[in-house]
């Protein structure tokens, strides 16, 4: 685990540094738990559980609302330099990247309440799920990342984002080709498909979450870099 915060003379920077983080954590939490649930409510047809996912997306919104606040505050006040400006920059960017989680959950609660208003479970559920814990665990982990400041576990989960598209592509692939043979289900079909493009996009998203930790922690702009290449471009810094 890296170390990267300091102590400064004002305990009271230290303790707005710490807040933010703290906060930063938290929407997380709440993001992760909102993913989980919109898929979990798309597999059991559990529309009270997708309207709350909906709720939470207020509760999201909020934290990101304050947490942009902290960061424009720490700024103007503080007017940080080096490795306190990248903490605040990479978890203001990363924030945007959980509100972007948060609204793709959304979506999949409201395919959720159409498909259950359709009365027939379509094709694609198997998939779904599939990719939606290898999502939940992508976000888990950035998470977990990040409160480590652990770069080595934030490439790992970089390099998952690869295999979550290797699913989504193949799982297109069946879908397309049942509904040509059975042109009935095209209507459920393209439902399915938009709730695994919202996966695959949260997938994007937790990879971007550790992009921008590895910024805080090393200094380095990863964002346009290969997965497989993030580690030796780590170390040639």
């Given at each position: 685990m890296q170390e990267l915060t300091t102590d400064h003379i004002s305990q009271q920077f230290n303790n707005e540094l710490e807040?933010?983080?703290?906060?930063?954590?938290?929407?997380?939490?709440?993001?992760?738990?909102?993913?989980?649930?919109?898929?979990?409510?798309?597999?059991?047809s559990n529309g009270s559980l997708a309207?709350?996912?909906?709720?939470?997306?207020?509760?999201?919104?909020?934290?990101?609302?304050?947490?942009?606040?902290?960061?424009?505050?720490?700024?103007a006040k503080r007017q940080p330099a080096a490795s306190d400006l990248r903490m605040i920059l990479s978890i203001s960017k990363a924030v945007s990247e959980l509100e972007r989680m948060g609204d793709e959950a959304k979506k999949i609660a409201n395919l959720t309440l159409s498909l259950i208003d359709e009365g027939e479970s379509p094709r694609g559920y198997v998939e779904i799920s599939r990719i939606g814990q290898m999502v939940s665990r992508m976000i888990h982990d950035s998470l977990d990342a990040y409160a480590r400041l652990d770069i080595e576990a934030a490439i790992k989960v970089a390099k998952q984002d690869r295999k979550v598209d290797q699913e989504y592509n193949t799982a297109l692939r069946s879908?397309?080709?049942?509904?040509?043979?059975?042109?009935?289900?095209?209507?459920?079909?393209?439902?399915?498909?938009?709730?695994l493009r919202s996966l695959e996009r949260i997938g994007d998203h937790?990879?971007?979450?550790?992009?921008?930790?590895?910024?805080?922690?090393k200094g380095v702009d990863v964002r346009h870099v290969a997965a497989h290449d993030i580690a030796s471009e780590v170390e040639d810094k």
């Amino acid at each position: 685990m890296q170390e990267l915060t300091t102590d400064h003379i004002s305990q009271q920077f230290n303790n707005e540094l710490e807040a933010l983080r703290q906060h930063f954590l938290t929407m997380g939490g709440v993001v992760e738990t909102q993913v989980q649930d919109a898929v979990q409510a798309l597999l059991d047809s559990n529309g009270s559980l997708a309207e709350d996912v909906k709720e939470k997306d207020a509760t999201v919104n909020q934290l990101d609302g304050i947490i942009d606040e902290e960061c424009t505050r720490i700024l103007a006040k503080r007017q940080p330099a080096a490795s306190d400006l990248r903490m605040i920059l990479s978890i203001s960017k990363a924030v945007s990247e959980l509100e972007r989680m948060g609204d793709e959950a959304k979506k999949i609660a409201n395919l959720t309440l159409s498909l259950i208003d359709e009365g027939e479970s379509p094709r694609g559920y198997v998939e779904i799920s599939r990719i939606g814990q290898m999502v939940s665990r992508m976000i888990h982990d950035s998470l977990d990342a990040y409160a480590r400041l652990d770069i080595e576990a934030a490439i790992k989960v970089a390099k998952q984002d690869r295999k979550v598209d290797q699913e989504y592509n193949t799982a297109l692939r069946s879908l397309v080709t049942y509904m040509m043979e059975d042109p009935r289900s095209i209507s459920r079909v393209i439902n399915v498909i938009w709730v695994l493009r919202s996966l695959e996009r949260i997938g994007d998203h937790a990879r971007h979450v550790c992009q921008h930790l590895i910024f805080m922690v090393k200094g380095v702009d990863v964002r346009h870099v290969a997965a497989h290449d993030i580690a030796s471009e780590v170390e040639d810094k």
